[in-house]
């Protein structure tokens, strides 16, 4: 009988020192790198932590990363993130939106990715990986053509992307317009990963470049390279907008428009001779709606330049 009570005693105590203490399960040490992974400011970063911190710790977990079972969920949640990065940009997403569209747990997202940075980089590996491969075979082709006729493939090669989206590639739209936010997020992580993935091919192209135009001075090449650019990406992320403004009479995704009308205009631009010995002119400063210039100095009614004045209301 002493026997048998000096062993429930031992229990009542060991279970009593279990719940003075703290104890983290082995399966939620997993966790702890992402719980912590994200310190940045914001309302989004703070809601994303404390959902982490809601995981069970003998809770469902995803299946394996690697394996064949696991793999719809974990494309379930790529095409998820993908779709609200694009319409909410980085920042603008959380876990939990991404957690709710693709229909898992926050444990799953945890498993098969562990951060939503790392999970743009996956999305990133996805798209435009096999992007970028294509352009470079394209490329190298353009390498093999007269070099009269070299520009205008040049420039047609890059923007093939939008010859893709005509052709029926609608999945590559929500990439760029995920592109074109990246260069308003004040976060490293997008930009970085546009260098990572995308700054030996557009290094490239400039290369190319001032090859075929040895007349055109470097910071032309630069910035009719960054004219290039810029069309690209906001053809294809504001896509109705022609449409809209011409009431429907000319769109990107008729057929060959694009290619017709803007690659002709852009080879002119582009081939056009730089002027020698150049400089900016004070005089084509041109007034903000406050009145100001791009140096700052304002203007008269009458167009002439006079020194700043603090107004008052």
């Given at each position: 009988?002493?026997?048998?009570?000096?062993?429930?005693?031992?229990?009542?105590?060991v279970?009593s020192?279990?719940?003075?203490?703290?104890?983290?399960?082995?399966?939620?040490?997993?966790y702890?790198?992402?719980?912590?992974?994200?310190?940045r400011?914001?309302?989004?970063?703070?809601?994303?932590?404390r959902?982490?911190?809601?995981?069970?710790?003998?809770?469902?977990?995803?299946m394996?990363?690697?394996?064949?079972?696991?793999?719809?969920?974990?494309?379930?949640?790529?095409?998820?993130?993908?779709?609200?990065f694009?319409?909410?940009?980085i920042?603008?997403?959380?876990?939990?939106?991404?957690?709710?569209?693709?229909?898992?747990?926050?444990?799953?997202?945890?498993?098969?990715?562990?951060?939503?940075?790392?999970?743009?980089h996956?999305?990133?590996?996805?798209?435009?990986?096999?992007?970028?491969?294509?352009?470079?075979?394209?490329?190298?082709?353009?390498?093999?053509?007269?070099?009269?006729?070299?520009?205008?493939?040049?420039?047609?090669?890059?923007?093939?992307?939008?010859?893709?989206?005509?052709?029926?590639?609608?999945?590559?739209?929500?990439?760029?317009?995920?592109?074109?936010?990246?260069?308003?997020?004040?976060?490293?992580?997008g930009?970085?990963?546009?260098?990572?993935?995308?700054?030996?091919?557009?290094h490239?192209?400039?290369?190319?470049?001032?090859?075929?135009?040895?007349?055109?001075?470097?910071?032309d090449?630069?910035?009719r390279?960054?004219?290039?650019?810029?069309?690209?990406?906001?053809?294809?992320?504001?896509?109705?907008?022609?449409?809209?403004?011409?009431?429907?009479?000319?769109?990107?995704?008729?057929?060959?428009?694009?290619?017709?009308?803007?690659?002709?205009?852009?080879?002119?631009?582009?081939?056009?001779?730089s002027?020698?010995?150049?400089?900016?002119?004070?005089?084509?400063l041109?007034?903000?709606?406050?009145?100001?210039?791009?140096?700052?100095?304002?203007?008269?009614?009458?167009?002439?330049?006079?020194?700043?004045?603090?107004?008052s209301?």
């Amino acid at each position: 009988m002493a026997a048998t009570d000096a062993v429930r005693l031992l229990r009542r105590t060991v279970f009593s020192f279990k719940r003075s203490i703290k104890i983290v399960a082995p399966d939620r040490l997993r966790y702890l790198p992402v719980m912590h992974a994200d310190r940045r400011a914001g309302t989004q970063r703070d809601e994303d932590r404390r959902t982490m911190k809601k995981i069970k710790p003998n809770g469902p977990v995803a299946m394996g990363r690697n394996t064949k079972a696991g793999e719809p969920t974990r494309l379930r949640i790529l095409d998820a993130a993908e779709r609200l990065f694009a319409e909410n940009g980085i920042d603008g997403t959380s876990l939990r939106g991404i957690m709710a569209a693709a229909k898992v747990s926050i444990s799953q997202i945890n498993y098969h990715f562990g951060t939503k940075e790392a999970l743009l980089h996956a999305i990133f590996v996805r798209r435009a990986v096999p992007q970028i491969q294509a352009r470079l075979k394209l490329l190298d082709d353009v390498r093999g053509v007269p070099p009269e006729q070299r520009l205008e493939e040049l420039v047609r090669t890059y923007f093939a992307p939008i010859e893709w989206f005509v052709a029926g590639d609608r999945e590559s739209v929500d990439f760029v317009r995920i592109l074109a936010r990246i260069g308003l997020d004040p976060s490293d992580a997008g930009r970085s990963m546009l260098s990572e993935f995308y700054d030996d091919f557009q290094h490239q192209v400039i290369d190319e470049l001032q090859g075929l135009l040895p007349e055109v001075a470097e910071a032309d090449i630069y910035w009719r390279w960054h004219c290039m650019l810029a069309i690209l990406l906001y053809s294809m992320t504001y896509v109705s907008r022609l449409r809209d403004v011409s009431g429907g009479r000319y769109d990107i995704r008729h057929g060959n428009e694009f290619f017709e009308h803007v690659i002709p205009f852009l080879v002119t631009a582009i081939r056009t001779p730089s002027r020698p010995g150049k400089k900016a002119s004070a005089a084509r400063l041109y007034p903000t709606p406050n009145g100001t210039g791009l140096s700052g100095a304002r203007r008269s009614p009458s167009g002439k330049r006079r020194p700043n004045a603090t107004t008052s209301a």
